[in-house]
């Protein structure tokens, strides 16, 4: 009788360890569900590097160009974005829309030169002051890595850019009258990026993209001739932390 009852209470003791054993595994298994499985709105934040500059080209009334300047320089910031991505389940893609804004300090710089035509001396001054706030609005399509719990992305939108040109110039030995022309180039501009993010707990990721904003030339024509304007096409790149807020917690 006390065999029995040992043998019964040694097959008990391994029941027990086996049902603790598969509570253990099943707890494990959600723990480490990914992100990349899932969808839902997410808000992120991070750096920018924006390599811009305009292009501006100034001309007589009779067509002959009195000066061409270029400015192109190197400048850091920072991104903030907010965004809903949708990921079907079991399948390898995603596709989401997003919007979110560039900032970095605003900035003017002037340059002074002359000019000639006809024997005639010309002084000018040009200020150029960019904004650093660009806002963007963009639709993003990605493919979803389920086994390395990453996401190559393709982003396509639009960019605000917001630059002022002022050119101010008068002619040597005249009575002081210059001529003043001011231009905005205020407008939304195409953006392409390709980007790659990676989780690295359930709820946060994190994501670096290299953007193209496409140029844009704009006319302005005023008393004593015509300018020509162009924001260049610039490159960004971003370094983003993201919070991912699932929608079926």
């Known amino acids: 009788m006390k065999k029995v ?21 099943e707890n494990t298994d959600t723990e480490e569900t990914s992100v990349v499985g899932e969808h839902g709105l997410y808000y992120a934040f991070g750096l920018l590097m924006c390599n811009s500059g305009e292009r501006v080209d100034y001309y007589y009334s009779n067509g002959d160009k009195s000066v ?6 190197t400048r850091f910031g920072g991104t903030l974005a907010l965004g809903y991505q949708f990921m079907p389940s079991n399948k390898p893609f995603c596709i989401g829309l997003e919007v979110g804004s560039d900032f970095s300090p605003r900035h003017e710089e002037s340059e002074n030169g002359v000019s000639l035509l006809g024997g005639t001396t010309t002084y000018y001054t040009v200020t150029t002051t960019r904004n650093g706030f ?5 639709l993003r399509i990605g ?47 195409p953006i ?18 290299a953007e193209y904003k496409f140029a844009r030339t704009m006319d302005h024509g005023f008393s004593n001739g015509n300018l020509k304007f162009m924001q260049k096409g610039s490159f960004n790149v971003r370094v983003l932390f993201c919070h991912n807020i699932h929608l079926n917690h």
Not at 5 to 25: K, P
Not at 68 to 73: A, D, H, L, P, T
Not at 134 to 138: E, K, L, S, V
């Open 5 to 25: 009852a040992y043998l019964c209470a040694v097959l008990g003791s391994i029941s027990f360890v086996e049902a603790e054993d598969v509570v253990v595994t």
């Open 68 to 73: 061409e300047i270029n400015k192109f320089g």
């Open 134 to 138: 660009r806002p963007f609005a963009a």
């Open 143 to 189: 493919y979803v890595n389920y086994d390395n719990k990453f996401i190559t992305y393709l982003k396509l939108g639009m960019s605000y850019a917001d630059t002022k040109e002022r050119y101010n110039k008068f002619d040597a030995g005249a009575a002081p009258n210059p001529v003043e022309s001011v231009i905005k180039c205020n407008c939304w501009t």
């Open 192 to 209: 392409v990026a390709l980007g790659l993010e990676k989780s690295f707990t359930k709820d946060f990721t994190w994501r670096g993209e």
